[in-house]
């Protein structure tokens, strides 16, 4: 139901997918119930059911079967008394896509999540680290609220910028290769609004079940609650608009660019 013109700004502006059924979304419903549980996994745990509902309410997508699988098999580990590996799920979640189906290898939409989680396991870790090691040591005293809180806020823009990087490192030659683009503002836009495209969900879980017993309260709140969706869509125009935000690969002096970046 999107028109074209804010369909286009969310492509350029690396923001698609806050939009699909995808991880995000999972990862989002799985900290949410976490937060509401005060991290009782055997409780978050029996939402398992709910996120498989979800994904296949969402369309089945293999970025949404592959964050079921991983998030089951992280609520899971402790309680069976096995080691948290994230690779290790992403493996499980690949043989479980791929045995139902193995010509689903070919689906540029699995590629691409299977990508990004790869490069996140693999370097926002490492990265994040270097990154913060120097903003650690300006880390305001507790009696400076206003500063500790910016500092935080800083902080929390910082893992943002990792993570996007590391979803990045796989997926952007990827994303050259089937569509043509190079997608550069990513980093920025996923700091920027992906908190409000996840709060906006979370509200929208809420609210959607306030709806079904009290519809009018629900209505009022909603009109509150849709302020995010406003904002991840300003700015997501805002950002679209950027001359620079996608490159095309027709210019061969583009993908020289890339290769020379990946080689440094």
Known sequence: GLDQQLYSAFNRAGLMHGLVGSGLHISTLVAFVMAVTRSNRKIALGTVPFLVFFALMAGGTPSACRAVIM???????????????????????????????????????????????????????????????????????????????????????????????????????????????????????????????????????VLGTLAIFLPAPAAVLGTAAGLPGHYARWITLLLGRFPFASLSTDSRYCLIWLAAVYLA
Not at 76 to 81: K, N
Not at 145 to 173: E, N, Q
Request: net charge positive; charged share 10%.
């Open 71 to 205: 998030q089951s098999t992280l609520l899971l580990a402790p309680i069976a008394r096995r080691e948290q590996d994230a690779p290790s799920a992403l493996g499980l979640a690949l043989l479980v896509l791929l045995v139902q189906n193995p010509f689903a290898a070919a689906s540029v939409g699995l590629q691409l999540s299977f990508a990004s989680v790869a490069g996140i396991l693999l370097i926002t870790g490492p990265l994040f680290q270097r990154m913060y090691r120097p903003w650690k040591k300006k880390r305001p005293a507790d009696r400076h609220r206003l500063r500790l809180f910016l500092w935080k806020a800083g902080r929390t823009a910082l893992t943002g910028v990792c993570t996007s990087l590391g979803a990045m490192l796989f997926t952007v030659p990827l994303i050259a290769l089937y569509f043509g683009q190079i997608l550069l503002l990513s980093p920025l836009s996923n700091v920027l609004a992906l908190w409000a495209l996840s709060l906006l969900m979370v509200c929208a879980l």
